[in-house]
């Protein structure tokens, strides 16, 4: 992990959580904001730092989640239903980000309405350090970049297995903060076993980038978190299976910062 | 035939590539490999005698005498109902067909609202032997039982959708979910001229064989171009199609009709370019969109399944801007009204969808002296909708 290319205040946060964290692997677990509403996500959130979060995917719910498996979308539905804005989002970005470094998950269109500069700054001023948009890739991204760069906050693109070696080279050498590696061809949600293929989009990407490489996606046990850092992940995102204990838990809050407090376990 | 292969990746400032990283490598294979085989004069022989053949084009361009007298002026339907299956799409779902075998896919999938799309991505599979998944929502399967049964008879896998409001936008988002898991056996159908770039364009060109027949099938019987062309737009192929061929014919003006569901001020219709506003990024595009000032997209409503996406493709959104062609909207029970009339007056069933643009030429007063419209597709699919909703108008 390179520091010397670290050029913006959120790039910086993210860089200094990477290197700073206890584990073998960063913690990075993912919440939607606004699940089941505003108010207990905030809970959440807070569960998720006291569990050993070094680092946190806050979700910004959007309609129409092409990139997320039924488990996520139907946390984006219930949200949206519980009256969950822009606004509402970047207030827990607010409460946390003091904590621990925020980076921002949404779709394009959410930044779009907001104007990119807009966006970007709004996410800045709320805390957030870094922006996921999963459905802008590279070809898409300069408007993007110019705007998070302004705000000084990372651009954080991501990589996935049927990303061709030259896209990889292109992709691995924008990535500011860190590199969001999918571990499956496919969408978010649990798997039962990581395939086959994760451990070599770990190395791929690890090859193509200075940034740290964190992988996500299907990431469902304690012991998975364990096999990804052993492959040599710098990070681990656990997405649908937290998202899926604040669903069904009689009291989430507790549930998952006791799911949380396992993968900080296996990581140590 | 135009023998130009182009693929637009922005018409104006919409279009572009909105999708993830998983599908990019998938979009530049597909549009690398349908320049190549666009620009083959085999694959192109191929697809010519399937249309012909098998197909039975060219479609018929028919003078709907008591239509016209009605209106007060010729009005000339381009007969795509007497298509293969019915409709317009089959001139895409065969092309992209072809295109799937020639990149090595054996597994299709596609997305349907009315079913004509679904039907026919079936019926081009069972043709060519590929292996066939169409995603429809639930409330669509409900409306458009008929064409159900005829993809379950043709060897598709019908799945049903069950998000949001069950109709053609949670099926595509979720055959789009499909293709990111799926991405390396499977190429995905889509059926409209929307979508992540080269998409838009694959879809125009395979349905421009509609306008390029209509436009030197008119000049035969009448010696002059239509003052009017129509064709009622979804996501907007069968009127991408037709309107290609006269784009740039500066005295043709062309006229998208859109669903106004239970009328323009209800909030409850399908008319994105009719409305205006600002537009969005929907199933991998920017385009005219139904959305809130947040950007969470709004649910479509129409009466007909084919209608009812809250987005249209990103080259009518430019014709729009660039004022080359306008946009208008029936309601529901205008579209109702039509079936009937055109089937009393011409002895055709015309789709629900089709039904919109035909209320406009028929019921709504206009300088044009001739018009000429798609009759994209016909109705029997629609007949339980029809005859439970008819008594209302």
Same mark, same amino acid.
């Given at each position: ?268 | ?7 637009? /990746? ?24 349908? @320049? ?10 191929? +697809? ?21 007298? @009605? ?12 298509? /293969? ?68 008879? +043709? ?38 001229? @929307? ?22 099938? @008119? ?34 003006? +062309? ?45 479509? /409503? ?53 039904? /919109? ?37």
């Amino acid at each position: 992990m390179l520091t010397d290319a670290v050029t913006t205040p959120g790039e910086q946060r993210i860089a200094q959580a990477f290197a700073q964290a206890p584990g073998r692997a960063a913690l990075m677990p993912y919440l939607m904001g606004g699940f089941p509403d505003p108010a207990t996500s905030l809970r959440i959130a807070q569960a998720y730092v006291d569990g050993g979060a070094d680092l946190i995917e806050l979700g910004m719910p959007f309609s129409d989640p092409i990139a997320d498996g039924p488990v996520i979308q139907a946390a984006a539905g219930r949200a949206l239903a519980a009256g969950t804005g822009v606004e509402d989002v970047f207030a827990i970005a607010r409460a946390i980000s003091p904590q621990v470094p925020v980076v921002l998950m949404t779709y394009a269109n959410l930044v779009l309405a907001r104007g990119a500069d807009r966006f970007a700054a709004d996410a800045a001023a709320a805390g957030a350090s870094g922006l996921i948009v999963p459905d802008v890739p590279l070809e898409e991204a300069p408007a993007l970049q110019a705007a998070c760069a302004a705000a000084g906050i990372a651009l954080v693109p991501l990589v996935a297995p049927t990303t061709t070696d030259e896209r990889l080279a292109r992709i691995g050498a924008l990535a500011q903060g860190f590199l969001y590696t999918v571990s499956v061809t496919g969408t978010t949600g649990e798997r039962a076993a990581l395939s086959d293929e994760f451990a070599q989009i770990v190395g791929r990407a690890g090859g193509a980038t200075s940034a740290p490489v964190a992988l996500g996606f299907g990431i469902a046990t304690p012991e998975q978190a364990s096999a990804a850092a052993d492959a040599g992940a710098d990070g681990v995102i656990i997405g649908s299976r937290l998202v899926r204990e604040a669903a069904d838990a009689a009291d989430p809050v507790a549930a998952v910062e006791e799911l949380v407090r396992s993968f900080a376990g296996a990581l140590r | 035939m135009s023998a130009k292969v182009t693929v637009q /990746h922005r018409f104006g400032a919409y279009g572009g590539q909105y999708v993830p990283e998983t599908l990019m490598p998938a979009l530049l294979e597909l549009e690398a490999a349908w @320049i190549d085989a666009w620009a083959d004069t085999e694959f192109r022989a191929r +697809l010519d005698a399937l249309l012909r053949d098998y197909a039975g084009r060219p479609t018929a361009l028919y003078l709907a005498e008591r239509m016209s007298e @009605i209106a007060g002026r010729p009005i000339w339907l381009k007969r795509e109902d007497l298509l /293969h299956t019915g409709a317009h799409k089959l001139n895409n779902a065969l092309g992209q067909g072809l295109l799937a075998v020639r990149m090595g896919k054996r597994r299709i999938i596609a997305e349907t609202g009315a079913g004509q799309h679904g039907v026919g991505t079936a019926t081009a599979c069972a043709l060519l032997g590929l292996e066939c998944v169409v995603y429809m929502g639930a409330e669509d399967m409900r409306r458009q039982l008929p064409n159900v049964q005829r993809m379950e008879l +043709l060897g598709a896998e019908v799945r049903a959708v069950e998000a949001g409001t069950r109709t053609l936008k949670e099926a595509t988002s979720e055959a789009i979910r499909d293709w990111v898991t799926n991405v390396e056996t499977t190429h995905y159908i889509i059926g409209s001229a @929307i979508g992540p770039a080269p998409y838009p364009s694959i879809v125009r060109d395979l349905q421009r064989v509609i306008g390029d027949e209509a436009r030197e099938q @008119i000049l035969a019987a009448t010696g002059r171009l239509p003052a009017r062309v129509v064709a009622c737009v979804g996501g907007g192929s069968n009127a991408i199609g037709t309107f290609a061929a006269f784009v740039d014919d500066p005295g043709v003006r +062309l006229l998208g009709v859109e669903a106004a569901g239970e009328g323009l001020d209800s909030g409850r219709h399908g008319a994105p370019l009719t409305v205006g506003g600002r537009p969005g990024v929907l199933h991998g595009a920017l385009i005219a969109l139904l959305q809130t000032d947040e950007g969470q997209v709004i649910e479509a /409503h129409s009466v007909s399944a084919g209608l009812d996406y809250p987005g249209a493709g990103p080259e009518h959104a430019h014709l729009r801007d660039s004022g080359r062609a306008t946009y208008t909207a029936v309601t529901d029970l205008d579209a109702l009204r039509a079936v009937r009339d055109v089937a009393r007056l011409e002895g055709i069933i015309p789709a629900l969808e089709t039904a /919109h643009a035909l209320h406009v030429v028929l019921r709504e007063a206009d300088t044009s002296d001739m018009d000429l419209v798609c009759l994209s597709g016909r109705g029997d699919k629609d007949l339980a909708e029809v005859m439970r909703r008819l008594p209302e108008c």
